[in-house]
């Protein structure tokens, strides 16, 4: 059966969304999203490992015997999370100072082992570099959201500091959008990483409610169907 590049496309930035309907990597989502800058960084970088991964591995999945496929799954992720790192650390001191430890546990993210376990080992290396694209686009675009949500709430601003992490040239992205305003704490502490999300799942889940009732409504057989 062909692949779609759009059904993937689709699967990665909101059906199968790494965040909002998988759940997984809640860890750093949680953790370093306080800023929408942070969360920026995370989901780029994170991306840049879950892309690489899916290409090499697709690469030479005929290569690797099943019994073993893990173990060499889980090293080529952490060569490639080892050299982000290195990168970050060089070039990008300032928000490698900021999401830490992380980076490295980049690793252990399930949503990078079951891309590679579950696509990237059954496809060609073009279907795996858009999965990745994809998956990697969505969860950056989740983190962003996450932390722009608690950023807004927490201090009135958005994309805080984006010159000092991410370099001069997103210096644009910084905005003011509540002058002279106190701030909410709350949202930039851990607990509001979990408020932040609770919002933002139900969010998606009214627009999939507002969706189906439109699909209802234009194609009345659809219930039928799904009964």
């Not at 062909?2 to 809640?26: F, M």
């Not at 080992?121 to 675009?141: E, Q, Y």
């Not at 002279?180 to 919002?199: Q, R």
């Not at 999939?208 to 169907?225: I, T």
Request: aromatic share 8%.
């Amino acid at each position: 059966m062909a692949l779609s590049y759009q059904c993937i496309a689709r699967d990665g930035l909101w059906d199968n969304n790494v965040v909002l309907t998988q759940q997984l990597a809640l860890c750093p989502a949680l953790a370093v999203t306080g800023t929408a800058t942070n969360g920026l960084g995370m989901g780029l970088a994170t991306t840049a490992v879950l892309t690489l991964a899916n290409v090499i591995v697709a690469s030479f999945r005929n290569a690797v015997s099943p019994e073993v496929r893990i173990p060499v799954f889980v090293v080529v992720i952490a060569t490639l999370v080892t050299l982000v790192d290195l990168f970050l650390n060089a070039w990008l001191h300032d928000l490698h100072k900021v999401l830490g430890l992380f980076i490295a546990l980049i690793v252990v993210n399930c949503a990078i082992l079951g891309r590679v376990e579950s696509f990237a080992s059954k496809n060609t290396m073009v279907p795996a570099l858009a999965d990745g694209l994809a998956m990697g686009i969505g969860f950056t675009l989740a983190m962003v959201a996450l932390g722009g949500v608690r950023e807004i709430l927490g201090s009135g601003t958005l994309f805080a500091d984006a010159h000092l992490l991410l370099g001069s040239s997103f210096a644009f992205l910084e905005l003011v959008l509540i002058p002279d305003y106190k701030g909410f704490l709350l949202m930039i502490l851990p607990p509001g990483g979990f408020l932040a999300l609770g919002f933002l799942l139900a969010g998606r889940r009214v627009l999939m409610r507002r969706a189906e009732r439109r699909a209802l409504a234009a194609d009345p057989g659809l219930s039928g169907a799904g009964a």
